[in-house]
C-alpha cells in the first residue's frame, strides 16, 4: 500500500507526539507545539487524531494560579492501551502488563518450571500473561508484547531466540490478544541487561542521556550499552558479555574456560568465596555478605573491598572504551557499588582516562528489578510509536 | 523554510539515491529501480535532478552482449563534485580532493611543523588544501572538508578538537573555498581511528558490515568503532580509546599512568623493547621486527608470538562487547596479525564466547594508510548525501 508524501509526513509527527507523552508523561500543547516545532493548528490536528484512537487524553488542567487561559493537557492513556512485558531468569518468571506511558497496570510473578526445556517456561509465561488478560478493562487495546531474557538463562540453560521465540508467539496466539495477528505482533525478544539499559536510558537513572552503560549482577555480569542513543547488541544480539572480559590473567577459571574473567573478581561467587561462605540464594547471598562487611566481619570487609577494586578496574575499561556519561549498577552490583563506592570512584580517577571519564556520573538504577520489565514494554511500544494509527485497530 | 511534505520526500529520494551511486559506483537506472524500491518515472525524475546539479552523469553502457535495451547507467560526477579530507598525525600532515564517490583525486603530505602549538600545523594542512586548489577543474563545486585527528596527537600534543576546529575553520574560510560560508561548512572534526572505521565499514575490507572493530597501532592502539551501522565515539568523542583497557595488571606502567594497559603488551614500544631494540622510525620498526622474526631471529620472534597472543587476548575482550562480524587490524597492527595470525585465533577461539565469535571474520584494510583520509571524505559528503539541492549553490 503506498502512502502519500502528506500521509507519511503527518504519521511520523503523530508518533513523535505520541513518543513524547509517553515517555514526559501529561503534557501542555504549548509545551508540544515548541518542543516538537509545529504549529498550534497542527498540534491540535494531531492530538484530535490521536484522542479519537483512543490513544490519549486532552483535558483542561487545575487550577494553576496563572493569569490567561491555560493550555490543554495532553496524556497517554495508560490505562487502556497497553502491551505485555515477560522476563525470563534463571530462576524466576515475570510479566506485567504495561500502559502506554510506562505504567506497571499489573504484574505476577512465579517460579521458572525446573528442567533444561524451555517449553514448560514459555507455557508458563504465556499462563501469567492470561491471569493478567482475564482482569485487562473492556474496551483496552494490546499493541503488543516482548521477552527478556536474561544472561544466565542463555548461558546456563543455553536456550536460544529461536527456541523461545515461536513458541512464545504460538502460545500468546492462542489467548487470542492480539488485534492484527502476524509476523508483525509477534513478541520480540531482548537480553535482560539491554532491556534494562533501555529502560533507564529511556525513564530512570540515566533518563535523557545518550551514553550509558547499565551493568547487572547475579549469578554473572553482563551489560546493557546505549551508545549514540541506540541500543548496541552486536551483530547476533550477544553484545555486552562484560563478564566475560579476562581482567586478571592471573585470577581465577571462569566457567567458560577462560581464567580471570571480569565475573570471577566482582561476580557473587566470587564474592562469597572470598568472605568464606557458602553459595546460598543468589542476590539474598550478597545483601548479606556487604552487610557482614558493614558491622565489621574481617573476611567479608576484605572480600568486598577485593571486590569493589575489580568493579572499578572493570568500569575503568570501559568507560576508555564509550567514553559515556552514565554507569549504572544494576542486581548485585548495586550492593557492591553502594558498599565500595569510595573504590570504585578511586579506581576510575586513576585508570580511565580524564577525557573519557571526566563527564561521567554512577548511578544506581531507578527501577529497580523492574527495569527489564520495563525495557520490554519500550521495545513492545517501539511499533506504536513509529505509526501510531497504523497499530490500532 | 518551510518545507512541503512532497519536497520533503522528494529529498530524502535524491539523497537515497545519490548515496547509493556515492558508495557502489556506476549503476544502472534498472539497480537503482530495484534497490530504492522506487517506480522507473520517480527513479528518471530523481537522476534528471541530479545530473542538472551536475552531481551524477547518465550515459548508455557499452554493448553487453545481452539482447534488449540496455539500462541507463548512473555515475557520481567524482570529478567535479569534491571535498577536502585532511590528517594530522604525530609526525606528519595529510590532505586529499577526494570526489563524489570516493575517489582520490590529488593528495599532498608534509611533515608536522615542530612544536607544542597548533596554529603551525593548521596553518600548513590549509596550505595543503590550498596547493590542491589551485589545480582544482574549473566548475568543480567543493561540498565540505574534514579532518582526521590521530589518538597520539590528543595525547602526546593535548590538542583538543576545540583548539583545532575554529583555527582551521577560518584558515579554510580565507581560501574562499565555501559554497556557502557559514557555520555548516565548517571542518568536521573525527578521530583518526574512528575515520578509519567509517571508511573500511563504507567501501573497505567490511563494506555493508554493521558491527565492525578498526584497530589501528601507531605509537598507541586505538579503536574505530561501528555498531548498529552506525560509528561509536562516546559523550565527547573520546571513545574507543582501547589501548588503554587493561589486560595484565601485572604488566608494565603505562604512559597514561596505569599498569597493564593493552598498548604495552602490544605497542610498538612493547614489541621492540621485547625484541632487544632501541625504538626507531615509527611503523618501520614493526616491519623490521616482523621480519627479524620471520627470518629466525630467536628474541624477534619471541617478541612476535608474545604480542600475538596479547592481541587475541584483548580481541577476544573486544568480541565479547561487541559481537562485531569484523574485526580489522590497522597500522602496524596489520604487521602484527599476519605475522601471528594463528596465535590470534586461537586465542580468540579459547577466550571469546562462541554467540560472540561465531560469526566473526578477521581482516586486513583494504584502504591501508588512505583509510582515515578516505573517512574524513565521508564526513564531508555526509550534509550532501542527506539532502543534495540544498547543498548545492
Known amino acids: 500500500m503506498s502512502t502519500s508524501p502528506q500521509e507519511s509526513v503527518r504519521?511520523?509527527?503523530?508518533?513523535?507526539?505520541?513518543?513524547?507523552?509517553?515517555?514526559?508523561?501529561?503534557?501542555?500543547?504549548?509545551?508540544?507545539?515548541?518542543?516538537?516545532?509545529?504549529?498550534?493548528?497542527?498540534?491540535?490536528?494531531?492530538?484530535?487524531?490521536?484522542?479519537?484512537?483512543?490513544?490519549?487524553?486532552?483535558?483542561?488542567?487545575?487550577?494553576t494560579g496563572r493569569a490567561g487561559r491555560p493550555s490543554i493537557v495532553v496524556s497517554p492513556r495508560s490505562s487502556r492501551v497497553y502491551g505485555y512485558a515477560m522476563s525470563l531468569e534463571?530462576?524466576?518468571?515475570?510479566?506485567?502488563?504495561?500502559?502506554?506511558?510506562?505504567?506497571?497496570?499489573?504484574?505476577?510473578?512465579?517460579?521458572?518450571?525446573?528442567?533444561?526445556?524451555?517449553?514448560?517456561?514459555?507455557?508458563?509465561?504465556?499462563?501469567?500473561?492470561?491471569?493478567m488478560q482475564r482482569t485487562a478493562p473492556a474496551g483496552g487495546v494490546f499493541i503488543g508484547s516482548a521477552l527478556a531474557v536474561s544472561a544466565s538463562v542463555r548461558h546456563h540453560l543455553g536456550w536460544t531466540d529461536e527456541a523461545i521465540g515461536p513458541a512464545l508467539a504460538a502460545a500468546l496466539d492462542?489467548?487470542?490478544?492480539?488485534?492484527?495477528?502476524?509476523?508483525?505482533?509477534?513478541?520480540?525478544?531482548?537480553?535482560?541487561?539491554?532491556?534494562?539499559?533501555?529502560?533507564?536510558?529511556?525513564?530512570?537513572a540515566a533518563a535523557g542521556l545518550d551514553n550509558v552503560i547499565y551493568l547487572h549482577g547475579d549469578a554473572g555480569i553482563s551489560a546493557g550499552i546505549i551508545a549514540g542513543g541506540r541500543r548496541i547488541t552486536g551483530y547476533g544480539g550477544h553484545g555486552g558479555e562484560v563478564g566475560h572480559m579476562v581482567v586478571n590473567p592471573s585470577g581465577r577459571l571462569c566457567g567458560c574456560g577462560s581464567r580471570g574473567c571480569w565475573e570471577t573478581e566482582i561476580g557473587e561467587r566470587a564474592l562469597l568465596y572470598l568472605a568464606g561462605r557458602a553459595v546460598p540464594t543468589p542476590g539474598a547471598a550478597v545483601t548479606a555478605a556487604v552487610r557482614a562487611a558493614r558491622e565489621g566481619d574481617p573476611?567479608?570487609?576484605?572480600?568486598?573491598?577485593?571486590?569493589?577494586?575489580?568493579?572499578?578496574?572493570?568500569?575503568?575499561?570501559?568507560?576508555?572504551?564509550f567514553n559515556p556519561t552514565a554507569v549504572v549498577f544494576g542486581g548485585t552490583l548495586r550492593e557492591l557499588y553502594l558498599a565500595g563506592a569510595d573504590t570504585v570512584r578511586d579506581r576510575?580517577?586513576?585508570?580511565?582516562?580524564?577525557?573519557?571519564?571526566?563527564?561521567?556520573?554512577?548511578?544506581?538504577?531507578?527501577?529497580?528489578?523492574?527495569?527489564?520489565?520495563?525495557?520490554?514494554?519500550?521495545l513492545a511500544f517501539e511499533r506504536l510509536l513509529a505509526d501510531p494509527l497504523d497499530t490500532i485497530p
Open 11 to 63: 504519521r511520523q509527527n503523530l508518533g513523535a507526539l505520541l513518543r513524547y507523552v509517553h515517555v514526559r508523561g501529561a503534557t501542555s500543547r504549548a509545551e508540544l507545539t515548541s518542543r516538537l516545532g509545529l504549529n498550534r493548528s497542527t498540534i491540535g490536528a494531531l492530538t484530535a487524531d490521536l484522542a479519537t484512537a483512543g490513544l490519549i487524553d486532552e483535558g483542561v488542567p487545575q487550577e
Open 90 to 131: 534463571l530462576n524466576r518468571l515475570r510479566a506485567a502488563r504495561i500502559g502506554l506511558g510506562g505504567k506497571v497496570l499489573a504484574d505476577r510473578s512465579a517460579e521458572r518450571p525446573p528442567g533444561a526445556e524451555a517449553a514448560p517456561a514459555v507455557a508458563a509465561l504465556a499462563a501469567l500473561v492470561a491471569d
Open 174 to 204: 492462542a489467548l487470542d490478544l492480539q488485534p492484527r495477528p502476524g509476523p508483525a505482533n509477534r513478541p520480540i525478544i531482548g537480553g535482560s541487561a539491554d532491556l534494562a539499559a533501555l529502560a533507564e536510558h529511556t525513564r530512570g
Open 299 to 321: 573476611d567479608a570487609r576484605s572480600a568486598v573491598a577485593h571486590a569493589a577494586a575489580w568493579l572499578g578496574f572493570g568500569v575503568a575499561n570501559l568507560v576508555n572504551i
Open 348 to 378: 576510575l580517577a586513576t585508570m580511565a582516562l580524564p577525557a573519557c571519564r571526566d563527564h561521567v556520573a554512577l548511578h544506581t538504577p531507578a527501577l529497580g528489578d523492574d527495569a527489564p520489565l520495563v525495557g520490554a514494554a519500550e
